[in-house]
């Protein structure tokens, strides 16, 4: 380390042939030296002080001077330390102005590698020479121990009862003297000091009031001192528990990874601290406020199992604006499934019903899921028995309202209803999954899912199996005719939707464009299904409904392939609503055609006149002939005929006819007389009497 001398300075010189003598006065330091020599310390401290009112009196101070006194001061504080006198020992080594990091030097478990055996310190070369020759303050305190009680003590003076309590006082009065230090430090010579060592200082109070559990003391320090070493603090405050102060440097300082941690830890039971009683909701505002993709993806996951609802609406709302690949959705929701599998499910329906992916395997899972819970229920034998009654209530007389809407209104709300009204929902909406997985799933429980199994036989256009799953298992009529009439719907999608929102289930009707597209049908492909559905009612012996569907879709069947499908013992009486309907159809039609056919008619009369009065004023002549009445030959009067005109062309020629609709000769024009109004009379165009 760095040394300094201080040398005493003499007013009196004496000036010989061949020499210099001067007249050296005791100094200051002389007088500090020979009393400790003698072990007077208290003579030490009564000159020391005497010797600062005289420096503080002068309104100018020597530096020289001032330095004398650092020097006793610091001479007086280490003859203390080395006598366990750990108070006396603080307060003069502070006025003695010592650099406080050579005081830390002696607590190895404060200075940790803040101070290391390379660096420099300043200090006086005479108080280098006497400094306390241990390395630690134990050692200090064991030294002074042997040197006043061995060997009185048995076995040994480290280990005696007695000295053990004195070391543990000695050492606890020692932490009190540097704590005590450098608090005075930080108030009155931090101002200027150099930043480093203004660190070291901080970080040093941070670990004594930590140890010491003054805990409103370093929250007040670590307000004010945003700067001290972390990687010192952080296993000091692990060790005493102070997990909140160590949060607050992390959350101060932006490290978003190590403080999600530590509230993990703390949430896991790992660590405890009162100060911090909902470390959950800390990290849920954190990764809220942070928007850190990979940091909500991790803690995210992670929060599943100790708060799923939570969790899932940070994963779900806090993706950013980026567009997040298949291939990471799937990634987290298997580790949402390895997490919380029940928190996977429902983040699976978040990636197909609101995320609206369009993965087949996503689709087919989330279908397997609805159809695996719906099963579950049927394992209950009330809720079997529930729908197995309400199926055979249906069924037993006819109903206007689709079967699923008749099982949603009769059946009490529960877990088991709304289930299967998500399945319905699903497999009807999406066109995404995989239809034959989920058949095999359904298949060995068709009787009591025939709801389910027609919806599954209509997606691969099994349209006699859905018909006649639909027509005679469920006995459904309008559910029947919308699988005809709609792109092979058992439901409606207006009444899909309807039942879905009253059961707050809207999200679960995935409705897609390319499902109308892919399942669409078209005009003759309805009455197909519609004729198809008249031959399953026939076959079930079902006349009545028969009846019905073919006084309801009458326009879409043909008479005489209704009654080929219809059985000749049925009454006519049966059949009435449908023949009426249908003759009063096709007597409307041929009125309508006549009525056409009239207005046609004097529309076009109404153009030829028009035509007639263009064509005129454009200087066109049209000649008609003249015939007698008796003869019915053509008389031509030449004496009233104009003078004849020089040769035109005749726009009409080749389409003039004689008044029982012959043909003139194109070539006898000249001997043909007449207007065109004589045409238009009574004896006119025999079509138009």
């Not at 080594?93 to 390379?118: H, M, N, Q, V, W």
């Amino acid at each position: 380390m760095a040394v300094r001398s201080i040398f005493p300075r003499s007013n009196v010189l004496v000036l010989a042939y061949n020499s210099v003598h001067t007249l050296l006065p005791t100094t200051l330091i002389d007088l500090a030296e020979s009393f400790l020599s003698a072990h007077q310390v208290d003579a030490v401290v009564a000159l020391a002080d005497e010797q600062r009112k005289k420096l503080q009196a002068k309104l100018a101070v020597d530096e020289d001077e001032a330095d004398e006194l650092r020097y006793v001061y610091q001479r007086i504080g280490f003859q203390c330390m080395a006598e366990t006198r750990f108070e006396d020992a603080g307060y003069h080594l502070f006025e003695g102005a010592l650099d406080p990091r050579l005081l830390i030097s002696y607590f190895p478990d404060l200075r940790g590698a803040l101070i290391s055996p390379d660096d420099e310190l300043d200090v006086f070369s005479g108080v280098a020479e006497h400094m306390v020759p241990f390395d630690s303050i134990d050692d200090i305190i064991c030294a002074d121990l042997v040197r006043n009680y061995s060997p009185y003590l048995t076995p040994n003076t480290r280990s005696a009862p007695p000295t053990a309590e004195l070391r543990r006082v000695l050492g606890i009065a020692a932490h009190d003297m540097l704590e005590t230090f450098l608090r005075k430090w930080r108030r009155v010579r931090r101002e200027g000091s150099p930043h480093d060592i203004c660190m070291i200082v901080d970080t040093v109070l941070a670990k004594l009031f930590a140890q010491n559990e003054k805990t409103t003391d370093l929250y007040a320090l670590l307000g004010e001192s945003p700067d001290v070493i972390l990687s010192e603090l952080e296993p000091i405050f692990i060790t005493t528990g102070q997990y909140n102060a160590l949060c607050s440097i992390y959350q101060a300082r932006g490290l978003d990874e190590k403080l999600l941690e530590a509230w993990a830890k703390i949430a896991d039971g790992e660590w405890t601290d009162p100060e911090i009683p909902d470390p959950i909701s800390s990290m849920v505002a954190l990764l809220v406020a942070r928007r850190n993709r990979a940091l909500t993806q991790q803690w995210g996951v992670w929060l599943t199992a100790k708060d799923p609802e939570r969790a899932l609406k940070l994963l779900t709302t806090q993706g950013g604006r980026r567009k997040v690949s298949a291939d990471a959705d799937l990634a987290t929701l298997q580790q949402i499934r390895a997490t919380n599998p029940e928190a996977g499910a429902k983040f699976l329906e978040y990636l197909v019903l609101q995320k609206h992916s369009t993965d087949p395997a996503l689709h087919t899972e989330l279908a397997s899921s609805c159809i695996s819970t719906v099963l579950t229920s049927l394992e209950d034998d009330a809720t079997a028995k529930l729908w197995r009654a309400k199926a055979a209530s249906y069924a037993s007389a006819p109903n206007p309202t689709p079967f699923l809407s008749y099982f949603a209104s009769t059946t009490p709300d529960s877990d088991h209803k709304r289930a299967r009204l998500r399945a319905a929902f699903f497999l009807q909406g999406s066109v995404y999954y995989d239809v034959q997985v989920v058949r095999e799933k359904v298949l060995p429980h068709a009787k009591a899912l025939s709801l389910e199994m027609a919806i599954l036989e209509g997606r691969v256009a099994n349209d006699r199996a859905a018909l006649e799953i639909l027509a005679n298992t469920l006995r459904d009529a309008t559910s029947s005719g919308t699988y005809c009439t709609t792109p092979r719907r058992v439901l409606h999608p207006r009444a899909a939707q309807a039942l879905a929102d009253r059961y707050e289930l809207g999200a679960w009707t995935v409705a897609s464009a390319a499902a109308s597209v892919s399942l669409a049908v078209d005009g003759e492909e309805a009455r197909d299904l519609l004729r198809m559905l008249l031959a399953v009612y026939v076959e079930g012996g079902r006349e009545e409904a028969a009846a019905d569907l073919l006084s309801a879709q009458a326009e879409n069947f043909d008479i005489v392939e209704a009654l080929e499908i219809v059985p000749a013992q049925w009454s006519l009486a049966t059949l009435s609503v449908f023949l009426t309907r249908s003759f009063r159809r096709t007597l409307h039609a041929r009125h309508e055609a006549m009525i056409i056919k009239g207005v046609s008619m004097g529309q076009n009369l109404t153009f030829s006149d028009e035509a007639y009065t263009i064509l005129r004023e454009q200087g066109a002549i049209i000649e008609e002939p003249l015939f007698d009445d008796e003869d019915d030959g053509a008389i031509v009067d030449e004496k009233a005929l104009p003078p004849e005109p020089e040769p035109a062309l005749d726009e009409k020629i080749g389409v003039t006819v004689n008044t029982h609709g012959a043909r003139l000769d194109e070539t006898k024009n000249d001997d043909v007389a007449g207007s065109y109004e004589s045409r238009l009379s009574d004896e006119g165009d025999p079509d138009l009497r």
